[in-house]
């Protein structure tokens, strides 16, 4: 294991001193993002997002305030360019809008949504928590992930509403205003007085918007850069991985490989030291664009911790391509030229330059094999505030893509001779 | 002395082609042993296998009491291998290569520094240690590579060609620290298509020639083989004809052999100024130009050509 981790270090280490490789995996995706920003007004207080008419289905069967709340914040001014609400009385026309791929989630709001976040009487008080059902169209994950980032928002509020009232009727209990007796009535009265002020506050755009809030409570306001950094990022991890997995071909070529395998080091750990040192440059590769996006952009990405699962489980699948690529592959050359392609036809299907949900089904079915789209998605859904729950679906995809890709290469590394020329 | 490498039988094919063809040899601890031969001959992959890097297709070795085969990793920690590419990391320090394939070596912390230190030393690049390898000579290239095949002491060290491609200065420094390393107790066992090479250095010398070893001996016992003979060289033009030459010198008193080797007439002879006048005269009789003539003593090259028929650098 120690053996590995050395080759790991070796390899990041000369990964970074190769100054053509720093150009590509650093400065071009900077410059590209830069470009972008320029492009689409963004430096210039333009406030395009590059993704626009978000096509949803909202069903509100609650008919009470919190549902009509929430319908009036997906038809406010505030998303008016950015969503298109098809209001439905039918659930199930709903979702069959969803699965003939005609919006990009439904929101079902149930009945009696309102009464169990706050019960009018103690007798409405209901047994089971009744929750808004999101139904996602899984072909086009960023717009999806957008709309629940949106309802996500709604339903902290209501939590933090909630929370307020419980907080607020405790310390009345504990300081003796009131008695544990009229607990109950008290928190009614409070949980209608929010209810009020945040229905009052829906024109003010204030309930939900796409100004959402991190679990920190800093505004967040999506950003087209946060669709462009992680797109341009991704497309040269690729290239990263492709090029760390050139560097085993070239090592068995410039003879530091049968070397390796001379000393007294096996050949798993020999392979695995290489993987290890893909992956730790990948990762360092988007940690520094990741920075470097934050500090001269000022582009938030979201959730810090989540961005760091993101980023592992990203660069884990995309080094997976790496490592089929290079299994492939006879020379460093055909990984270069292979992986360049790759890149490039990984951008595409994945959303790097425009948004997947622009693309035909088969396109967006095909992205689906490519780390980029999966990642976008994490990504997208962070920088709209998601949170580590919403990041399962891509970092499993994610997962299963390099755990697949990985098994693939191990067996034909098995097969390719790497000692001898 | 009792051996610290046991070779028998190894057998190395790629499909039809075999590449080493059942040799048997063994080598005494503390000595310089020398494996001669034309490039192609299988010299290196003889080492490989001896190394444990390629496996061979029959036959075995034992390096201690370990076998190749049975026990590859107990043999890495025996050997030192100095493969003839420069087989570094160009963009890392000399010292930063060593560190690393010294901790390949299991080598960390003090001992580690303290061991770099002294191979830097010893192959004369302490004051260069921090400079990046790609920004070294070919002579300062193949030092390090030396200097990594020596890190963790090795009792057996390999040494693959290791003066190719270098400047005489260099390879007089290579040559004089494979000397060096012998006096303090290492077996050697060097690769060379270099007759001279192979005279300097070796206590035993194995002549290899398309896979087999044809001779096998102390330099006298080999040198025997071809008597007291001498070696006449005869460079021609490039439009000359040196079979002709041969055919003709080869009638003359006192010609043992003629061989020819590209735009070259080697000629065996017991007294090579005897039959220098003769020689000369058939040449000019066929109006062939002679550009030069070496006179050699009886030597390696002599024995290979003896054996083979062919000049050790065909």
């Known amino acids: 294991m120690k053996k590995l981790f050395l080759i790991g270090i070796k390899d990041l280490k000369l990964r970074f001193r190769d100054r053509a490789a720093l150009i590509f995996m650093l400065l071009t995706p900077f410059i590209l993002t830069l470009g972008m920003g320029l492009v689409t007004g963004r430096f210039s207080g333009g406030d395009s997002s590059g993704i626009s008419d978000i096509p949803i289905a909202i069903v509100n069967l609650d008919n009470d305030s919190l549902g009509d709340a929430l319908v009036d914040a997906f038809n406010s001014e505030d998303l008016a360019d950015l969503v298109e609400t098809t209001l439905s009385e039918d659930p199930e026309a709903a979702r069959l809008l969803v699965d003939e791929d005609e919006v990009a989630a439904a929101i079902i709001i149930p009945a009696g949504f309102t009464q169990s976040v706050i019960p009018q009487n103690e007798n409405a008080l209901p047994n089971e928590e009744i929750r808004i059902e999101f139904y996602a169209n899984p ?64 024109n003010e755009a204030t309930a939900i918007t796409l100004n959402t809030s991190t679990s920190a409570g800093e505004d967040v306001e999506f950003d087209v850069l946060s669709y462009f950094a992680p797109g341009m990022a991704l497309m040269f991890l690729m290239y990263t991985v492709s090029y760390g997995g050139s560097s085993i071909l070239a090592e068995k070529s410039q003879g530091t490989l049968p070397r390796l395998l001379i000393s007294p080091t096996n050949s798993m750990q020999v392979l695995g030291g290489k993987i290890f040192g893909i992956f730790l440059t990948g990762a360092a590769q ?71 949900e622009n693309m035909p089904a088969i396109v967006q079915t095909l992205g689906k094999i490519t780390p980029n789209a999966w990642a976008m998605d994490g990504f997208t859904t962070l920088a709209l505030g998601g949170t580590l729950t919403s990041l399962a679906r891509p970092i499993l995809a994610l997962l299963t893509m390099g755990i697949l890709l990985f098994l693939i290469s191990a067996v034909l590394f098995g097969k390719k001779n790497l000692v001898q020329k | 002395m009792p051996s610290i490498l046991e070779v028998q039988n190894l057998v190395k094919k790629y499909g039809d082609f075999i590449a080493v063809k059942g040799i048997s040899f063994h080598i005494k601890e503390g000595e310089i042993f020398s494996l001669l031969g034309p490039n192609g001959a299988g010299k290196t992959t003889t080492i490989s296998m001896l190394s444990t890097l390629y496996t061979p297709t029959s036959g075995d070795a034992t390096i201690g009491s370990h076998s190749i085969t049975k026990n590859p990793m107990a043999v890495k920690q025996m050997i030192g291998v100095v493969p003839q590419e420069i087989a570094l990391y160009e963009d890392l320090t000399a010292r930063e290569n060593l560190i690393f394939w010294g901790q390949m070596y299991g080598l960390s912390g003090k001992a580690l520094n303290s061991r770099v230190d002294q191979v830097l030393e010893q192959i004369g690049l302490t004051d260069k240690a921090k400079n990046r390898v790609k920004t070294y000579s070919g002579g300062m290239k193949r030092r390090v590579n030396i200097g990594v095949g020596l890190l963790h002491k090795p009792r057996l060290l390999f040494m693959d060609e290791p003066t190719v491609g270098i400047d005489p200065q260099s390879r007089r420094a290579i040559l ?68 002709a030459l041969a055919k003709a010198v080869s009638n003359v008193e006192g010609v043992q052999k003629a061989d020819v080797t590209n735009n070259q007439v080697s000629i065996i002879t017991p007294d090579a100024k005897d039959v220098l006048a003769a020689v000369v005269s058939k040449a000019n009789e066929r109006g062939i130009k002679i550009r030069s003539i070496d006179i050699r003593e009886p030597n390696l090259e002599a024995v290979f050509l003896h054996l083979t028929g062919r000049a050790l650098r065909d």
């Open chain 1, 139 to 202: 072909s086009r994950p960023t717009s999806a992930g957008i709309i629940k980032a949106i309802v996500d928002g709604f339903m902290a509020r209501l939590d933090e509403m909630r929370l307020a009232s419980m907080t607020s009727v405790s310390q009345l209990i504990m300081s003796g205003r009131i008695s544990p007796e009229d607990a109950n009535q008290v928190g009614q009265e409070m949980g209608a007085r929010l209810q009020q002020n945040d229905a009052g506050n829906t």
């Open chain 2, 176 to 243: 004089d620290t494979v000397k060096d390393l012998n006096k303090q107790g290492m077996t050697v066992l060097y690769t060379t298509h270099y007759m001279e090479e192979a005279q300097e250095l070796s206590d035993r010398v194995g002549i290899i020639d398309h896979g087999e070893l044809i001779a096998l001996g102390t330099q006298a016992e080999l040198t025997k083989q071809v008597g007291q003979a001498e070696t006449l060289i005869l460079h021609i033009g490039e439009n000359e004809d040196p079979e």
């Open chain 1, 286 to 356: 988007m940690l520094i664009l990741i920075g470097a996006s934050s500090l001269f952009f000022q582009l938030k990405w979201g959730d810090a911790f989540g961005i760091v699962l993101l980023v592992l489980a990203a660069v884990f699948g995309a080094t997976g391509w790496g490592m089929l690529i290079t299994a492939l592959a006879r020379t460093p050359a055909q990984v270069g030229s292979v992986g360049s392609a790759v890149m490039l036809i990984f951008a595409m299907l994945g959303g790097s330059f425009t948004q997947i």
